[in-house]
């Protein structure tokens, strides 16, 4: 398993947990999305520090534009990397198919060229710590905050069972000091072998493990529902495959089978919220 990037807060993103149904961002942070996307594409780079973790070797890049610094990760890993398909085009699908299905769990990214390669660039974001330092420290979820916490696991094992991530691991999982989840690193994603059409990651017959499903939003179903190629290809343009996109709406059949059998199981009113 590989090693993930830490995640340092810089207080840009994040601010307030009244927000909607299940979109770990506010509205006002939403609607600032397209403004950091820009920035991130276009702002001058004024220094760079490598990470030196992680197989993808990511370089901290740290840019300017006008009155506004930030900072963001870049990566460009491609092809078979210790056992592994890496590729930088999957943490851009990522975060546009999160903004498709309205998650708003995973930062801005964009493509951008640094030292003369393409690779991707995510906003380097607010967090707390990391799942693995809360299981480190031994630490359990406030009970104000339970309810929601679980929600938003169950959202990650379906975000990851329809994108095919096969990496998510406790360290790309971080948490906001408001317990919100923001979930990084998906250079590990939307596998198109047949493995990972004929099951899912998750769920009674899970790839990975037979971790359940156990809720999920109304919205959210009804968002999975509403996928096709066209809405996907729109989405992600040029950083996925048609054999890929294919793969997600096989994904998308067998997660609505998955939740179609819970509801029988526990009750609609049960699961679905």
């Known amino acids: ?38 920035f991130l594409q276009t702002a001058e780079i004024i220094k760079s520090e490598d990470i030196g973790e992680g197989v993808t070797k990511p370089y901290r890049l740290y840019m300017k534009e006008g009155d506004i610094e930030h900072s963001g990760c870049w990566k460009n890993p491609s092809g078979m ?28 990214t964009v493509e951008r060229e640094f030292n003369g390669k393409k690779g ?3 906003l380097w974001v607010t967090s707390e710590m990391s ?24 959202l990650t094992r379906a975000f990851d069972c329809l994108i095919a991530n096969e990496d998510r691991t406790q ?3 971080r948490y906001t000091k408001d317990w919100r989840t923001l979930l990084i690193d998906h250079s590990r994603s939307f596998r198109a072998k047949r493995r990972y059409t004929r099951n899912l990651l998750y769920g009674k017959n899970g790839i990975k493990e037979k971790k ?26 040029p950083y996925l495959t048609d054999k890929e996109i294919q793969a997600v709406l096989k994904r998308k059949e067998l997660l609505l089978k998955e939740i179609k059998d819970m509801i029988k199981e526990v009750g609609e009113d049960k ?3």
Request: glycine fraction near 6%; avoid cysteine; aromatic fraction near 12%.
């Open 1 to 38: 398993m590989k090693k993930n990037i830490s995640v340092v807060i810089v207080g840009l993103l994040l601010i307030s947990s009244e927000h909607g149904l299940f979109s770990q961002f506010t509205s006002e942070e939403i609607a600032q999305q397209a403004k950091w996307e820009e």
């Open 81 to 108: 990397q210790k056992g592994y398909l890496e590729g930088w085009q999957y943490e851009i699908a990522a975060y546009e198919m999160d903004k498709l299905l309205g998650l708003h769990m995973v930062p801005p």
């Open 120 to 122: 991707s660039l995510q």
């Open 131 to 154: 799942d693995l330092d809360r299981m480190e420290k031994g630490m359990g979820i406030p009970k104000t905050y339970v309810v929601k916490w679980n929600r938003r696991k169950y």
């Open 171 to 173: 360290q790309n999982i």
């Open 212 to 237: 359940l499903i156990r809720m999920l939003p109304r919205e959210f179903n009804e968002k999975i529902k509403s996928l096709n190629f066209e809405s996907i290809k729109e989405a992600v343009g």
């Open 271 to 273: 699961f679905l919220y």
